[in-house]
């Protein structure tokens, strides 16, 4: 299949760009009218409060897009029109445009600045429902769990490349993520690897060599570490229980948001799927070991760019998808899980406090990063110097690209001869050697196609952050700069936070703030006639969670540290 035209290509990365208007969105009319009903059931109903940054993170989500907490002002130096830009929440969890704000930021960065040209497998491991909700809020088995994968994919590499005689690393990160496609609370772990090892020749260029797809062997060593490290773990936690044993509300939030509720087919005339990031491509089978579920078939060539960027939006993706989830007569809401045969789909209905609860519960915990980087890539890694792209301008240390089967005929569209990329034959000594028909390239630079992808560089991540303006141009391919009345550029002018002048804008312009409507909903927490257990479309969360499964006590847990104490032979 012919590859489209490269002005296209930096358009189908999302569907067309839409101005967002959060206050029209159903997520936003549910999570406005019963968030401080939420909240005040929760202090009152439970032991302790939701936590500060659940509060914190769904009442920022009502404050972003609003004109009143202040915007960017651009204006038209040719005609004198003016552009207002809200400020954004940020939030990781609870808001969907600035998650998949932060989805493209870091897919860019990613792809253009720390993953070089080379071939990339993504490895998902899924975790045992056990330990889902433990891995979901406490950080210490988190770590200990993303360590552990992440050490087991590294000796894999290892390994393979000792059987070739190379001494060589290995590269990989690592997305967190905390949802699955039904908005359940899902720990599991989608890891982005580099599909070969980097090694140093007697001269100490760096080589790469491509590694085979994994064995189903392989995998199943991979799993059992992980399993092992897991019993272990489990173990330490059953010895250092934790003394506190008053009820929280995030407790009952997260076994809300393990069970399955209420899923049913419905019909389903909403073909719109502007907000949802596009599943790769998988063949290939996975394995399971006491709970513990490892797939591997996802594999991107080395001269696919693009194919890495979608890759890495899918990892990064957000929670919740805007367009799949609707409103229902009666004040119950939808969210489409998938598309069945004959116009149906497959839903979850919710009522809104459950909608909030299952919310509460995929909000990240403070110092829980979702992304991790490992060997070459790590931070403090004394390889990513040499391995990191850099652009045709930074072009500065040579990279060797040990690939078999394909001798070199012509030096590439960015190669310039120097000496260090001169090929040479390799001496006996070098692990070199041990690959056939090896193929020198030099030096570590982006793509030519990679390159006029990005409008020779224009649209280039050249910081983990990306302005906001080159990072929709080059998501949707829109120019947000150019003046929509007569085609002429628009310039920042300032940011506007200061009340008065903010008030003075959106008077002028007879823009109305959204802030009287959230304080409106703030004064419905201290009415005495509010009772969320008198309408049956608000069920509370107590009522909510005895139709869910158990809370995990790990306590409990002494049936699955046996099971896997016989696997492991402990």
């Not at 990279?399 to 260090?420: G, I, L, Q, V, Y």
């Not at 080159?470 to 003046?483: H, M, N, P, Q, Y």
């Amino acid at each position: 299949m012919a590859r489209p035209a490269q002005s296209a290509r930096v358009a189908v990365l999302a569907a067309p760009y839409r101005p967002r208007r959060p206050h029209e969105t159903a997520l936003y009319r549910a999570v406005h009218r019963h968030l401080e009903t939420f909240i005040a059931h929760a202090a009152e109903t439970y032991d302790a409060p939701l936590p500060k940054y659940v509060q914190e993170e769904l009442r920022r989500y009502l404050r972003c897009g609003d004109f009143a907490q202040g915007f960017t002002h651009a204006r038209c130096e040719a005609c004198g029109h003016d552009l207002l830009v809200a400020f954004s929440c940020k939030a990781r969890g609870a808001c969907p445009s600035c998650a998949g704000r932060r989805m493209a930021n870091t897919a860019a960065h990613l792809v253009d600045r720390v993953i070089p040209a080379v071939p990339v497998r993504q490895w998902v491991l899924s975790l045992p429902f056990e330990l889902r909700a433990r891995a979901a809020f406490d950080a210490k088995v988190l770590t200990a769990l993303v360590r552990a994968f992440a050490k087991a994919l590294g000796a894999r590499h290892r390994s393979w490349a000792r059987s070739l005689g190379i001494e060589a690393e290995f590269g990989a990160i690592t997305f967190v993520q905390r949802f699955g496609s039904s908005l359940n609370l899902n720990v599991h772990f989608h890891v982005v690897v580099i599909d070969g090892v980097f090694s140093r020749d007697d001269e100490r260029r760096l080589l790469f060599t491509p590694a085979p797809p994994p064995t189903r062997a392989e995998m199943l060593t991979v799993v059992g570490h992980v399993r092992e490290r897991a019993t272990k773990l489990l173990r330490q936690c059953a010895d250092e229980a934790d003394e506190d044993t008053r009820h929280k509300p995030l407790d009952t939030c997260a076994q809300i948001a393990l069970g399955r509720g209420d899923v049913r087919a419905v019909g389903d005339d909403d073909d719109d799927a502007a907000d949802e990031v596009a599943v790769p491509h998988r063949e290939g089978e996975a394995v399971d070991d006491a709970g513990f579920n490892l797939e591997a078939s996802v594999r991107i060539d080395a001269a696919d760019d693009f194919g890495r960027e979608h890759l890495l939006r899918y990892c990064a993706r957000p929670p919740l998808s805007l367009a799949r989830l609707r409103e229902l007569p009666g004040g119950k809401l939808a969210y489409r899980i998938k598309k069945l045969p004959n116009g149906r789909a497959k839903v979850r209905v919710m009522t809104p406090l459950e909608l909030l609860a299952r919310l509460a519960a995929l909000v990240p915990p403070p110092r829980h990063p979702l992304v991790r980087f490992h060997g070459v890539v790590a931070p403090r890694s004394s390889w990513r110097r040499d391995v990191v792209p850099k652009s045709p301008e930074e072009r500065k240390h040579p990279f060797h690209h040990a690939t078999p089967n394909r001798p070199k005929t012509e030096r590439e569209p960015n190669d310039e001869p120097t000496r260090a990329a001169k090929p040479t034959a390799p001496s006996p000594r070098s692990p070199l050697a041990l690959v056939p028909h090896s193929e020198l390239i030099a030096p570590n630079v982006l793509s030519v196609s990679h390159w006029n992808r990005l409008r020779s560089g224009a649209l280039l991540a050249t910081s983990p952050r990306v302005d906001w303006a080159s990072l929709l141009r080059r998501t949707f391919d829109a120019d947000v700069l150019e003046c929509p009345k007569c085609a002429g550029r628009l310039r920042v002018l300032g940011v506007v936070d200061e009340p008065d002048v903010v008030r003075a804008f959106l008077n002028e312009l007879a823009i109305a703030p959204l802030h009287p409507a959230v304080e409106h909903a703030t004064r419905r927490r201290s009415s005495p006639t509010t009772n969320p257990t008198a309408d049956n479309a608000q069920q509370p969360l107590a009522r909510t969670a005895t139709s869910a499964l158990k809370v995990v006590k790990w306590s409990a847990f002494s049936a699955t540290l046996n099971e896997w104490s016989k696997r492991s032979g402990a």
